[in-house]
């Protein structure tokens, strides 16, 4: 026989009377010790029972408590539908806007390397080559440059 707690309410009032016959009555059997839920407790679990089987049947959307709620519960989808499509409208444009930062960037390339050309090509030597291949002689001024200015 194994001794149980004295903090815990073991045996059911049924039992509470003592019995004189009883040769141990202090250390109860192990069949005769029941472990009694408070009320609350029971009440509670069964609450939460009762939630989860409305919702698997689909109990819970004829509830009248539930039915009150129906104004807000299509106010928080709308706002999720729309959060839903503003999340997707900023990711395109971010999208959007990195190709055209991309083409940009292409762009300033495509202009730098053309300027470079266009300097080349515009430089002394290179306008002295490009007459000579055409047959044409070119003399440079040897006179000082005199800046003219406008009035």
């Not at 080349?120 to 005199?146: F, N, Q, Y």
Request: hydrophobic residues 40%; proline residues 4%; aromatic residues 6%.
């Amino acid at each position: 026989m194994s001794k149980i707690d004295d903090s815990i309410d073991s045996l059911p009032d049924s039992h509470a009377a003592t019995d004189d016959t009883a040769p141990h009555s202090a250390e109860p059997e192990m069949d005769q010790v029941v472990i009694t839920m408070p009320a609350k407790l029971k009440r509670a679990l069964i609450a939460i029972w009762l939630f989860i089987r409305s919702l698997f049947t689909g109990e819970i959307i004829i509830n009248p408590s539930v039915s009150k709620g129906y104004d807000y519960l299509a106010y928080i989808a709308f706002l999720m539908l729309v959060s839903i499509v503003t999340l997707f409208s900023s990711l395109h444009m971010q999208i959007r806007e990195n190709h055209l930062s991309e083409q940009v960037r292409l762009t300033r390339e495509r202009a730098v390397r053309t300027e470079e050309q266009r300097i080349k090509a515009t430089t002394h030597s290179a306008i002295v080559k490009s007459l000579k291949e055409r047959g044409i002689e070119l003399t440079d001024c040897h006179e000082p440059v005199t800046i003219i200015k406008q009035k």
